[in-house]
């Protein structure tokens, strides 16, 4: 094989492969920030990379599902900041600290449905809908907590599996990218998903039900949401009202789009999600470790989701072509 033609297949692996090209940019940040700061290739340094990204890798999770149906839940960073005075509320009141976990994903799943079933019902926007939801749950949020921040549980085999635990919140990320990305690409609701967002006429012509379907993913964005505000309260050791917001919810958008999500509905992946937290949360702590800013990293992530949009635009007209020859 020449030097050309081999440069040619690496080039249309990168274009056919939609999470290769945000891969292959996420390893050139992380050696550029290797040679250029000092602590970087520290274990405790990867931990604290994995506290930045697990709240966005997990909510992310649930933001691509949705944004492949052609949705979006603005809401969701403010039921990750909920989530665990829900659990409180059921914890406080007697209820064992696993049962009150469940009891509270539940709450978290049936709002989320709620604001899937006034979208797809009343023909209202999402982003109208979630809007309005972002409101009301912060103010529950505040009203719940007094607007202080609440001691979390801090013994027990659920705060270490679910938090605590030195490497569990690696763990939890890995897991839930895992489940869903096998959801999305392995099983028939996975497909009914890809369908609703890339042909929505097509879809329900084709005997799929299409607002079952946005409501179900609303149900997962919200249910995925309220375990991450758990994950993080409990590994911090408190529940704050101000943790989470649009925050969070923007960051895990940012961090689908920049992993390949079309915002238009019908492409996407979650393992592309978890890189494009991956990169976030690299240049996030690499700015730390330098000294840099933290607004700079404002006008980096902007930068970033106009060039991944453009570069995704761009990368769906290659495959389209090379799948033609």
Not at 81 to 92: D, G, I
Not at 239 to 260: K, R, W, Y
Not at 294 to 301: E, G, H, Q
Not at 312 to 324: D, I, T
Request: proline share 2%.
């Amino acid at each position: 094989m020449t030097d050309r033609s081999f440069g040619r297949t690496v080039v249309q692996a990168l274009v056919r492969q939609k999470e290769l090209s945000i891969l292959v940019a996420t390893i050139a940040v992380a050696i550029y920030f290797s040679v250029t700061t000092t602590g970087f290739n520290l274990s405790d340094n990867y931990l604290t990379i994995v506290h930045y990204l697990a709240p966005w890798a997990i909510v992310g999770a649930g933001e691509v599902m949705l944004l492949i149906c052609g949705e979006i839940d603005l809401s969701a960073g403010f039921m990750f900041t909920l989530s665990p005075f829900v659990l409180m509320s059921f914890y406080n009141g007697g209820t064992p600290l696993i049962l009150a976990l469940i009891l509270a994903l539940l709450v978290c799943a049936a709002i989320g449905a709620a604001n899937g079933f006034i979208s797809t019902r009343f023909g209202i926007a999402s982003f109208i809908v979630t809007l309005g939801s972002s409101f009301l749950l912060e103010g529950i949020s505040l009203l719940m907590s007094n607007g202080a921040p609440v001691a979390a549980p801090s013994s027990g085999w659920v705060v270490s599996a679910f938090g605590k635990g030195h490497w569990s919140e690696t763990l939890w990320v890995l897991g839930i990218v895992v489940v869903m990305q096998i959801l999305l690409s392995a099983t028939r609701f996975g497909i009914s998903t890809q369908a609703t967002g890339g042909n929505p006429v097509g879809a329900a012509e084709a005997g799929i039900r299409v607002n079952m379907v946005k409501v179900v993913n609303f149900a997962i964005v919200s249910t995925l949401a309220g375990l991450g505000g758990i994950i993080d309260g409990l590994r911090l050791g408190s529940f704050d009202p101000t943790n989470g917001g649009p925050n969070t919810m923007f960051l895990a958008v940012a961090s689908a789009v920049i992993g390949g999500t079309a915002l238009l509905g019908g492409r996407g992946t979650v393992v592309g999600a978890l890189l494009g937290a991956l990169l976030l949360g690299i240049v996030f702590d690499g700015f730390s470790l330098a000294g840099v800013s933290a607004n700079t990293f404002d006008v980096v992530l902007g930068a970033a989701i106009v060039v991944a949009m453009l570069l995704n635009v761009y990368l769906g007209h290659l495959r389209k072509r090379l799948s033609h020859i």
